[in-house]
């Protein structure tokens, strides 16, 4: 969940089924931990899975599935969803993971673990800046290097691509000239025209950077001119290659996306923005489901994979709605709580943005974490769909929930219904910040 307007390792244990710590008769966690699975490790070792096949039941048919996590730079929840990935790509047939990151970066790393075209550590340094830092981890690199060696010595290829709309790369306005010069020339003096100032002269973090100060009516002229481009290409015909004309209107909804949230009043209309945002990252996600039927794996915070948003002040529909709403439950949303540990975050005041490590310690009375702390004395899995009655009650009520973004200090807890919100929950006791590159 990071808010790009300022504003708003597992030890290797058996495989078994959890036991309550300290549970009372009619306590929840008794009925929960009968319910539980063992999440054997977090580490993405490849070595034994079996622990893993409970998930793929309750996943069942799903073509997108979404995994949360409850802090974007710790290193267990990065791991653990590799290691669901690898899962899913070698018993279910996934091929496509989804990031919480900009289309541009996408299209790079995807061309990078298809082919090993360019340098991992360059496009990861250049893609990955300002909000999008925490994505530049070690963690995140070693899922890339995974993908590249499957794709090496597979004939159908794993995919990545980016559904946030946070930055538009130079590349996709090269993509998009490049189409329009050699299918319409005539029309490519006024696209250019109409990409002019929207297109990146500088870096990732300097673009951003001046676009939240520009004056609102410089954004919302440069919103009205990009989408111009998006609305002549999705008037002129497809031509002989229907799917080179769909993805390049795609690369320009893109560019139209970024310029769309920019377009809103970052100060007094934020929860219209983010609501926009989710809206655009779900039809991504979907539109590179539907153009390719590929099943996709959705990595993203917590907040942006639920079926309910926990924060309905600053995101009032968040993109697990918006997928729930079109695929009903062929989208699985999966939820991660923490007891205790480490993250890496940006001080809301330095302008810099430096990520540094942030410890908390155990959780609060009366939090979910503190409840779900005493199902077992392990990591653990469950389905909150077929729970008991007294854990169903309790899913369903509302319980102070760490929901932390990428700036600390700031809210550590939200009010939050878990049930309503995740279909499968994985709770893990401890975890660590990430390696930063």
């Given at each position: ?8 390792v ?28 063992t ?7 490849g070595?034994?899975?079996s ?19 409850a ?6 929840f ?14 279910k ?16 790393l995807?061309?990078?673990v ?7 550590t ?89 676009r939240?100060?520009m004056?609102l009516?410089?954004?919302q ?49 934020v ?21 390719t039927?590929?099943r ?23 993109q ?17 709580i ?7 975050a940006?001080?809301p ?14 959780s ?6 503190r ?6 004395r ?25 929901n ?6 700031a809210t ?17 006791h401890w975890v ?6």
């Amino acid at each position: 969940m990071v808010l790009p307007l300022a504003l708003c390792v597992g030890a290797t244990v058996a495989v078994g089924t959890a036991r309550a710590v300290g549970s009372r008769p009619g306590d929840p966690t008794s009925a929960m931990a009968r319910a539980a699975h063992t999440l054997r490790t977090t580490i993405p070792d490849g070595s034994d899975d079996s622990d893993l096949r409970s998930l793929g039941r309750m996943i069942a048919d799903a073509v997108v599935v979404g995994v949360g996590e409850a802090t974007h730079g710790s290193s267990e929840f990065v791991t653990t969803k590799h290691r669901i990935f690898r899962h899913l790509v070698e018993r279910k047939g996934f091929t496509t993971i989804a990031f919480e990151f900009q289309w541009s970066a996408g299209v790079r790393l995807d061309a990078w673990v298809r082919t090993g075209r360019g340098d991992l550590t360059t496009i990861m340094d250049e893609e990955f800046q300002n909000d999008d830092g925490l994505w530049n981890s070690t963690e995140t690199a070693d899922l890339f290097r995974w993908m590249r060696a499957w794709n090496a010595d597979h004939d159908h290829p794993l995919r990545i691509v980016g559904d946030d709309l946070l930055y538009a790369g130079p590349l996709l306005f090269d993509a998009v000239t490049a189409y329009v010069g050699r299918h319409d020339p005539d029309l490519l003096p006024e696209i250019e025209r109409l990409y002019e100032e929207s297109r990146p002269t500088a870096g990732m973090n300097d673009t951003m950077n001046a676009r939240r100060v520009m004056p609102l009516a410089d954004r919302q002229r440069m919103r009205d001119d990009v989408g111009r481009v998006l609305h002549l290409l999705e008037s002129r015909p497809p031509g002989p290659d229907r799917k080179e004309h769909a993805l390049t209107v795609q690369h320009a909804r893109a560019i139209a996306q970024n310029a769309n949230l920019y377009a809103f009043d970052l100060v007094d209309d934020v929860p219209a923005a983010m609501r926009y945002r989710d809206e655009a990252m779900a039809a991504n996600t979907m539109w590179w489901h539907r153009h390719t039927g590929e099943r996709v794996f959705l990595s993203a915070h917590n907040t942006h994979v639920a079926c309910e948003s926990p924060v309905p002040e600053c995101y009032p529909k968040v993109q697990g709605q918006f997928l729930r709403e079109q695929l009903g439950h062929r989208y699985v949303a999966i939820g991660f709580i923490f007891g205790q540990g480490s993250f890496n975050a940006t001080d809301p005041d330095d302008p810099a943005m430096v990520y540094r490590p942030v410890k908390l310690g155990p959780s609060a009375a009366g939090t979910s974490e503190r409840t779900l702390a005493r199902v077992s004395r392990r990591n653990f899995y469950l389905d909150t769909r077929t729970m008991a009655p007294v854990v169903r009650a309790w899913l369903e009520a509302v319980h102070p929930t760490r929901n932390i973004g990428a700036s600390w200090p700031a809210t550590e807890y939200e009010p939050t219904r878990i049930g309503p919100g995740y279909d499968i929950l994985i709770h893990l006791h401890w975890v660590t910040a990430t390696l930063m590159r």
